[in-house]
């Protein structure tokens, strides 16, 4: 039984920060690409960032870049997101997802479209104000 648990969620004024944390159980986390995404109410969830099985690669989306960093500690199975400089229009439902990475050629075209993973966890909402 696959379990993805999203934790630091809050609200926060622009310019803060938060951590999200996704704790991964009961598949072989350390094989998988984990990737946070993010939704509002009426549109589709979008990728915010993702980082590769090992660690070495990491894609963002552009309103996010220099502002977010995913991580990722395979020893506690987690995932993290750092959110810097927070604003008004990072406010969403975040979600953690997993699944094995897409192929090299297509990483680049594929991480950010929800599609791609087949494990999700629950959600946690971020407000910025």
């Known amino acids: 039984h696959v379990q993805l648990v999203e934790s630091g969620g809050g609200s926060v004024q622009a310019g803060g920060s938060l951590r999200l944390s996704c704790a991964a159980s009961?598949?072989?986390?350390?094989?998988?690409?984990m990737a946070w995404l993010r939704q509002i109410p009426g549109k589709e969830r979008e990728g915010v960032a993702v980082?590769?099985?090992?660690?070495?690669?990491?894609y963002y989306a552009d309103s996010v870049k220099g502002r977010f960093t995913i991580s990722r500690d395979n020893a506690k199975n987690t995932v993290y997101l750092q959110m810097n400089s927070l604003k008004p229009e990072d406010t969403a439902m975040y979600y953690c997802?997993?699944?094995?990475?897409?192929?090299?050629?297509?990483?680049?075209?594929?991480?950010?479209?929800?599609?791609?993973?087949?494990?999700w966890g629950q959600g946690t909402q971020v407000t910025v104000s």
């Open positions: 980082v590769s099985a090992g660690g070495s690669n990491t």
């Open positions: 997802a997993a699944d094995f990475c897409p192929s090299t050629r297509d990483f680049a075209r594929k991480w950010n479209s929800a599609r791609t993973y087949s494990y």
């Open positions: 009961g598949y072989t986390y350390n094989r998988n690409c």
